[in-house]
């Protein structure tokens, strides 16, 4: 219910901290996909991770190279470049101090302040990509 209620918000403009809508096109059918996600903002970067790990938008994001954001009526075109899993760790460190509430479940009981080898463990799990804008 909630993501519901957030993905409408979005869609009128209004960005739950960080929420977009992202579009992608489908790997196999070339239509646009719209989900629902975080944009995380940490050390002058933006990304996106993949909370529930190897879904659809992950594989048709990897497929595609890039794709839009949604908030309100301003679209924003992006490259995505996939973080290895040795860069992960702090990214998925401030996602999970931002919106372990919302997503904690997802995260095997580590949380923000698990130890990094907790983080490191995990991470291989978590796809996690840079937003990169022209």
Do not use: C
């Not at 290895?84 to 095997?108: C, M, Q």
Request: net charge positive; no cysteine; proline share 5%.
């Amino acid at each position: 219910m909630l993501n519901g209620v957030v993905s409408g918000a979005t869609r009128l403009g209004l960005g739950f901290w960080g929420s977009r809508v992202l579009r992608v096109r489908g790997r196999k059918s070339g239509q646009w996909r719209s989900t629902p996600v975080n944009l995380l903002s940490f050390d002058g970067k933006r990304y996106l991770v993949a909370p529930r790990g190897e879904t659809q938008w992950v594989r048709n994001l990897r497929a595609a190279g890039g794709g839009e954001l949604v908030l309100g009526r301003r679209t924003e075109a992006f490259r995505a470049v996939e973080l290895s899993d040795t860069e992960k760790p702090p990214v998925l460190r401030a996602y999970l101090k931002r919106w372990k509430a919302e997503v904690g479940i997802f995260f095997d009981g580590v949380s923000a302040g698990s130890p990094e080898d907790d983080l490191a463990r995990i991470a291989p799990r978590h796809p996690v990509f840079s937003v990169e804008t022209s």
